[in-house]
Nanobody
Framework: VQLQASGGGLVQAGGSLRLSCAAS????????IGWFRQAPGKEREFVAA????????VYADSVKGRFTISRDAAKNTVYLQMNSLKPEDTAVYYC???????????????????WGQGTQVTVSS
């Protein structure tokens, strides 16, 4: 499975962006898809995750209520809708995936096997 992230850009505070993560291979129901981000000078951190089979998603407290992760099975694509963006959301955003990930480990980047190349999101104040 190869992942291709896109949709980043420059936006003013309060604005919105939608990131996409397109998978080249077929994702089975056992996959978990996650979004992570890394700001300059900081470690990569968990943003959101969702089972490919559906069901509820989980979010970092810092983005809860503002970001929404969703998937389009027909397009083999996962999205991250980001609303009410803040300057502190500025980072490179990565999508990641793993088949058979134990759900309780969804926030652990070391558990993910497949990674996209990252897309830059810059929020100006």
């Amino acid at each position: 499975v190869q992942l291709q992230a896109s949709g980043g850009g420059l936006v003013q505070a309060g604005g919105s962006l939608r990131l996409s993560c397109a998978a080249s291979g077929q994702l089975s129901s056992s996959y978990v898809i996650g979004w992570f981000r890394q700001a300059p000078g900081k470690e990569r951190e968990f943003v959101a995750a969702k089972r490919w089979s559906g069901g509820s998603a989980v979010y970092a407290d810092s983005v809860k209520g503002r970001f929404t992760i969703s998937r389009d099975a027909a397009k083999n694509t996962v999205y991250l809708q980001m609303n009410s963006l803040k300057p502190e959301d500025t980072a490179v955003y990565y999508c990641a995936a793993r088949s058979g990930l134990i759900w309780s480990y969804y926030a652990n980047e070391n558990e993910y096997v497949h990674w996209g190349q990252g897309t830059q999101v810059t929020v100006s104040s």
